[in-house]
């Protein structure tokens, strides 16, 4: 779809993080004026991802062990550094990575995490107000998305066997003053995964309709530190992601 240009504004610079409550009870916030803002989409290749990380064939080559799977060592507080060898040591965790539409809305669960805020509500099919939590209504072109996050502790890799997905990217480069355009949507092909490096803005990935249920294989840093950015409450807006290949 063509770009939509709209002004936007940062309009609350306060930010407390998002809780459990937070991920599964947002839409009930969502304002009826809230403005749609299209991000671009292309497929993804070595070549258009690498600003954000990599595609993979197989996971078993992006480990800590190989080197190819990204831990950031432990912040200092002061002048003394690291001993050598410490900081980055508590490694990956991996499982399966839930995403799946229940009516118009589209649901993630991460179960590679011991926590129990891993269950997320990702985005909508259309407006809010307008979803059905039952029943399909939505045209499944689209997937409107309330909030982005990075780990700035290591990377993120999502892996899909037989099944298409989307993920929505901008790069560690534009730190915590991100904006709604910034970020670049990326289709990555059946049998293929994304490695995200440590910064970059994502989420977790996004799927047709006719595609859910879908199980992919994650791995990341086992501290899953996690900073936010709420859409809605911060520029009063959400940000419409495509779900089709495109041309």
């Not at 040591?89 to 589209?106: H, N, P, Q, R, Y």
């Not at 990217?169 to 995964?193: C, H, I, N, T, W």
């Amino acid at each position: 779809p063509k770009v939509q240009k709209v002004a936007l504004k940062m309009t609350d610079k306060k930010h407390e993080g998002i809780g459990q409550d937070g991920y599964l009870n947002v839409a009930a916030t969502i304002p009826k004026d809230v403005k749609i803002v299209d991000v671009p989409m292309e497929r993804a290749t070595p070549e258009s991802i690498k600003e954000y990380g990599c595609l993979v064939d197989d996971p078993a080559k992006f480990t800590t062990e190989l080197g190819t799977f990204e831990i950031v060592k432990w912040p200092v507080k002061g002048w003394r550094q690291l001993d050598p060898g410490t900081g980055d040591e508590a490694g990956t965790v991996e499982g399966k990575f839930e995403i799946s539409w229940k009516g118009d809305m589209l649901y993630g669960k991460n179960l590679a995490i011991h926590t129990n805020a891993n269950h997320y509500l990702l985005g909508f099919g259309k407006h809010p107000a307008e979803c059905s939590e039952t029943e399909r209504t939505c045209d499944g072109k689209n997937v409107l998305l309330w909030y982005s996050d990075y780990h700035p502790d290591s990377g993120q890799l999502f892996y899909s066997p037989d099944k298409p997905f989307v993920s929505n990217l901008a790069p560690a480069s534009v730190g915590d003053d991100v904006k709604p355009s910034d970020f670049r949507s990326f289709y990555v092909e059946a049998g293929q995964g994304l490695y995200i490096k440590p910064g970059v803005w994502h989420n977790a990935v996004y799927i047709h309709p006719d595609a859910s249920p879908v199980t992919l294989f994650g791995r990341q840093g086992r501290i899953h530190a996690r900073i936010s950015a709420q859409w809605v409450k911060e520029f009063n807006c959400l940000l419409r992601v495509g779900l089709l290949p495109p041309p």
